[in-house]
């Protein structure tokens, strides 16, 4: 079991930055940040692929940066130029095998989330 905790959320305008954590109970490999807006599906935002290389869901491309500590088993998103579409509540996702997945279903643990709330 990995427990994973999220922290950094917040609100801000349009145009602000915010940078998501997540701590990790032990080190796992595989890891993701996803978000789920009221009454859409969770979608997957930033991912880890089993070489370490980052990708990003097209719309936070050049806005969003994906970036661990394996020291301190911490995930990061570093949110720059938000908008209001990116208003979401953002969880933490990991799996001790399968990286690189943009399917929740793909992932064992998730955190409990933190909510992030971008006003115009």
């Known amino acids: 079991q990995v427990q994973l905790v999220e922290s950094g959320g917040g609100s801000v305008q349009a145009g602000g930055s915010l940078r998501l954590s997540c701590v990790a109970a032990?080190?796992?490999?595989?890891m993701a940040w996803f978000r789920q807006a009221p009454g859409k599906e969770r979608e997957g935002v930033a991912i880890?692929?089993?070489?370490?290389?980052?990708y990003y869901t097209n719309s936070v491309k050049g806005r969003f940066t994906i970036s661990r500590d394996n020291a301190k088993n911490t995930l990061y998103l570093q949110m720059n130029n938000l908008k209001p579409e990116d208003t979401a509540m953002y969880y933490c996702?990991?799996?001790?095998?399968?990286?690189?997945?943009?399917?929740?279903?793909?992932?064992?643990?998730w955190g409990q989330g933190t909510q992030v709330t971008v006003s115009s």
């Open positions: 032990t080190y796992t490999y595989c």
């Open positions: 996702a990991a799996d001790s095998y399968r990286c690189g997945s943009w399917l929740e279903q793909n992932y064992n643990y």
């Open positions: 880890y692929t089993s070489f370490g290389s980052p």
